[in-house]
């Protein structure tokens, strides 16, 4: 991905409520997470997939510690 395409990724998350944050094509937050994960490595539907797994397990991990 280019810094671009990482622009436009964060968008289109927005629309779900999820809020990424980066430096330059460094993902640093999701959603109020700490992320460490270089943007510049993937493909744009790779990214979406990381991303996605990201939430799944954050999603398992508050189900569990209700």
Known sequence: MNENELKQLVLV???Y????EHSGLMI???????ATLD?????PDQ???L???FMQTQI???MWNL
């Open 51 to 53: 991303i996605c797994k």
């Open 47 to 49: 990214m979406v997939e």
């Open 39 to 43: 943007a510049g490595t993937y493909m």
């Open 28 to 34: 640093t937050q999701i959603n109020q997470q700490a």
């Open 13 to 15: 998350f927005a629309k």
């Open 60 to 62: 398992i991990k508050d």
């Open 17 to 20: 409520n999820i809020k990424i």
